[in-house]
């Protein structure tokens, strides 16, 4: 399967995504669709045998609409023409919102003897001439309005409604009867109803819909202002060493290996690799993390980040689309496009919403025509029907409030893969937690070297050596560490041959034809050894929380090593929070049980599972979703891959591998657990801002409908003006959006 988004125009209310998502779908080989409306965004999977981005293209131009392919380098400036053309278009609006709004006004003044019964002489006669009301409502509804009655006749064509075969039913019938008693009135009075024109109302709708798309556009804006402020992170341009000269060049021309000098104060151009000097760099536009971090040579930088005191220089390791601000943005825009299940019940309502307003729109004519016998109200409640019901606001509900919650996210250095996984996250109940590089820094260190057979200087040499040159060979952090301190206790490391590594149990290979095995306890007594001249020293380091690994050379056991992983700071305060949250963790390790326990007790976590080996991390998983609880499992390497695709929600330490990043839906940039608190409580935000809106999205429906079709009219006696159902349904979706744009304030409970 291959996937592409694409950026779709035309599109002016939550029909015409659904639309569109049914044209893309019918296309063979798609297999997955999702259209979000607040994005313009359409995610695409499609089997590249069978279908091909412009055989999807095609359904969308046939369906009435365009889209275009979203440029793969995420950070590439916009294509002028396709700004101007942006531009253009919000110029245009702009003008139509202030002629049409000029014009309303004229026509409402005009019309205030006939809407009010009262004489107003200070208004002039011919203010309310039919013949002038009608000549001005003429541009506003085809010049200003024109979109309305296009889009309609399009959807007609495709046999479809949409909010834009509303709009323009309603204004047209408004004009259309209009045009009646302006040109026939005498014929009116002789059937005993007033001449009533209606043409302000259908000026005064369409200006207020075009107000309220203005503001809507301006509104939608800024959710992706998270985007933005990410992407005016990048440096324009690079100082780059060539041929032993500074030359300045423009970051599009920088390549892979290129040697780059930053000075204090400005922004790091891309991802690289220290070779030169030292400095204290500012992560916290991409990490969140507010404390400026000290880099020296062999460290990694981050392009976009501020270099805040030295100078120094690195060697270019990702450029352009491949560095880590590229792919924070194109992952942001990925769950900003993505849709929440949340959203499938208004995606249902809004599949048949147009069609049933029509029908009852019919059905309210037909009942007040024949109970009244009064064809004004019978149109005034008519039109009011069908302008007021408006499923914009339904389709904006939740795609808003997720394009803002993802962006929060991205700027607390949290990367949330999409919006299924923002709403699951604040379902959870158990948080599962790795304890090597998420519950502990990461980087354990050698604390005890006892060799069996005393302690002669050479002897534990030797052992350290043969040890350190096999572990060499592995990628484990508890392999680094034997090797760190080998190099520090200046032992020449060797070459080991026929290297295996045995998951969850240890590495054996040969140095100078000695088989040398270091591992768990439980490894070494089903290789067949006799550990008991160290079971002592081996519980004494195990009660102490030490990890031990025990060194056997060839049939013999000769030593063990007591290696501590120290807990990060931020540790105890994050599972503290969580647990207030009402949140269950659990540690996972493939430690023994008693070192497990005491690092447990350290952090405060009561359940605790111990020795479980990385083909086994998955089912632990599985066993606690078994209970029928929503699991998160939070990890940081390669072996933590299968259980974070398993678990419900898997969040990946982004200082780990990148494996473990891939198979997660959220990624904690900084490696902070803190993060994960912040994470939950987004989600919690987010979903309950989705309920707020998709609450007055419905309510407004279920209660404007009704009135808009003249239900208080018996008690009150009085009739919803279509003029008001307008303001109503232009400033619904407004409203909905303003409501998405509160989660910008977001700030995490508890954050320092």
């Known amino acids: 399967m291959e996937n592409v988004t694409l950026k779709l125009r035309g599109m002016s209310c939550a029909s015409c995504a659904h639309n569109i998502e049914t044209a893309i779908l019918s296309v063979p080989g798609v297999e997955v669709c999702s259209v979000n409306f607040g994005a313009e965004q359409a995610a695409v999977s499609y089997d590249p045998e069978q279908a091909d981005v412009a055989a999807i293209q095609n359904a969308v131009d046939a369906a009435g609409y365009a889209a275009v392919p979203m440029q793969d380098d995420v950070l590439a400036p916009e294509p002028d023409a396709e700004r101007r053309e ?44 039919p013949w002038l009301q009608l000549v001005l409502t003429a541009p506003v509804l085809f010049w200003a309005g024109s979109s309305f009655f296009i889009n309609a006749w399009k959807a007609l064509k495709r046999h479809t409604a949409t909010m834009d075969t509303l709009v323009a039913v309603g204004t047209g019938t408004a004009y259309l009867y209009s045009l009646f008693p302006t040109f026939l009135p ?63 060049v423009p970051i599009a021309e920088v390549l892979v290996g290129d040697v780059i000098l930053v000075r204090p104060g400005e922004n790091i151009p891309v991802d690289g690799e220290i070779v030169e000097g030292a400095s204290t760099i500012d992560e916290a536009m991409v990490t969140g993390e507010s404390v400026p971090v000290r880099k020296q040579p062999g460290n990694e930088v981050i392009g976009a980040t501020l270099n805040k005191t030295g100078s120094f220089q690195f060697r270019a390791t990702r450029v352009g689309k491949d560095t880590f601000l590229a792919q924070i943005v194109k992952l942001v825009q990925q769950a900003q496009g993505s849709k929440a299940p949340i959203q499938r019940l208004a995606d249902q309502v809004t599949g048949w919403f147009v069609p049933a307003v029509i029908a009852i729109a019919i059905l309210t004519f037909v009942l007040w025509f024949n109970v009244m016998g009064n064809v004004t109200m019978a149109l005034i409640t008519t039109v009011g029907v069908l302008i007021i019901a408006c499923p914009c606001a339904l389709g904006l509900a939740t795609p808003t409030s997720i394009m803002v919650g993802t962006g929060k996210g991205a700027e607390n250095g949290i990367l949330i893969k999409g919006a299924e996984s923002l709403e699951l996250a604040h379902k959870l109940q158990t948080i599962v937690l790795d304890k090597t590089g998420t519950i502990t820094q990461g980087k354990p260190t050698v604390t005890d070297y006892v060799t069996v057979n005393g302690t002669a200087n050479h002897n534990e040499v030797k052992l350290l050596h043969l040890a350190a040159s096999v572990e060499r060979n592995s990628e484990h952090p508890l392999a680094e560490a034997v090797v760190q301190y080998a190099r520090s206790q200046e032992v020449e490391l060797g070459n080991a041959q026929q290297f295996e590594a045995i998951a969850g149990s240890g590495v054996q290979g040969s140095v100078n034809d000695q088989w040398i095995y270091l591992g768990t306890h439980r490894w070494m007594t089903e290789l067949g050894f006799d550990t008991s001249a160290s079971e002592l020293q081996w519980e004494r380091l195990e009660y102490l929380g030490r990890t031990v690994i025990w060194l056997a050379v060839d049939s013999k056991i000769e030593a063990i090593i007591g290696i501590a992983d120290a807990v990060k700071p931020s540790s105890v305060n994050a599972i503290r929070a969580l647990q207030k949250m009402g949140l269950e963790v659990a540690m996972l390790t493939g430690d023994n049980q008693r070192t497990a326990n005491v690092i447990a007790r350290e952090v405060g976590i009561g359940r605790v599972f111990a020795e479980v080996r990385p083909d086994q991390k998955a089912a632990t998983v599985e066993t606690i979703q078994s209970e029928g609880k929503v699991v998160a499992m939070v990890g940081d390497g390669i072996n933590d891959a299968p259980a974070l695709a398993q678990a419900d929600v898997g969040i990946a330490i982004g200082t780990g591998t990148d494996v473990a990043i891939a198979a997660s839906d959220i990624t904690l940039i900084s490696g902070d657990l803190q993060g994960i608190v912040t994470a939950i409580q987004l989600s919690r935000a987010t979903i309950r801002n989705i309920k707020q809106n998709l609450f007055f999205a419905f309510i407004y429906n279920v209660a404007g409908i009704p009135i808009a079709a003249g239900i208080l009219y018996p008690i009150f006696g009085w009739l919803l003006s279509p003029m008001i159902a307008g303001a109503a349904m232009a400033f619904s979706s407004v409203s909905v959006v303003t409501n998405a744009l509160r989660l910008r304030n977001f700030k995490p409970v508890g954050s320092r």
Do not use: C
């Open 186 to 248: 005498q014929w009116f009075i002789a059937q005993g109803l007033q001449p009533d024109v209606y043409f302000e109302a259908a000026a005064v709708i369409i200006a207020l819909l075009l107000l309220g798309r203005l503001l809507e556009n301006r509104a939608k804006g800024k959710t992706s202002e998270a985007i933005r402020k990410l992407m005016g992170l990048q440096a324009k341009t690079a100082r780059v060493i060539r041929n032993g000269r500074e030359v300045d």
């Open 86 to 129: 942006r531009q253009a278009e919000h110029r245009k609006l702009l003008r139509k919102v202030w002629v049409s709004g000029v014009i309303s006004a004229i026509l409402v003044i005009g019309s205030l003897p006939m809407m009010t019964g009262f004489p107003m002489p200070l208004i002039p006669i011919w203010l309310h001439h």
